[in-house]
């Protein structure tokens, strides 16, 4: 699976982006889709999951800001990013599993497939 993503940018506080993530095979077919972020000198984190029946779970910091979604005719990932502060500035990556789960989560083994990664940073 071939993951490729856009939309990245920079922005001020309060503003909005909008990631994408082609991916090279139905979305449908796979079982859980997330993102992930991580900024220089930290750890990367999981930012929201979707699984193929369009089931979505968040991290507790993004919850009402950020909204996961697919287009299953296009093979697409998205990420709409609302609200965004400056503790949002990362990298960001789309990832895919192989794998099957009870619930889809943005838990960083369970992924297998990555993007290159598209960068966000918000200003202040």
């Known amino acids: 699976v071939r993951l490729v993503e856009s939309g990245g940018g920079s922005v001020q506080a309060g503003g909005s982006l909008r990631l994408s993530c082609a991916v090279s095979?139905?979305?449908?077919?796979?079982?859980?889709m997330a993102w992930f972020r991580q900024a220089p000198g930290k750890e990367r984190e999981g930012v929201a999951a979707?699984?193929?029946?369009?089931?979505?779970s968040y991290a507790d910091s993004v919850k009402g800001r950020f909204t996961i979604s697919k287009d299953d005719a296009d093979n697409t990932l998205y990420l709409q990013m609302n609200s965004l502060k400056p503790e949002d500035t990362a990298m960001y990556y789309c990832?895919?599993?192989?794998?099957?789960?009870?619930?889809?989560?943005?838990?960083?083994?369970?992924?297998?497939?990555w993007g290159q990664g598209t960068q966000v940073t918000v200003s202040s």
């Open positions: 979707i699984g193929y029946d369009g089931s979505t």
């Open positions: 990832a895919a599993s192989s794998l099957t789960f009870p619930r889809c989560r943005a838990n960083d083994n369970w992924y297998n497939y």
């Open positions: 095979r139905s979305t449908y077919s796979i079982y859980c």
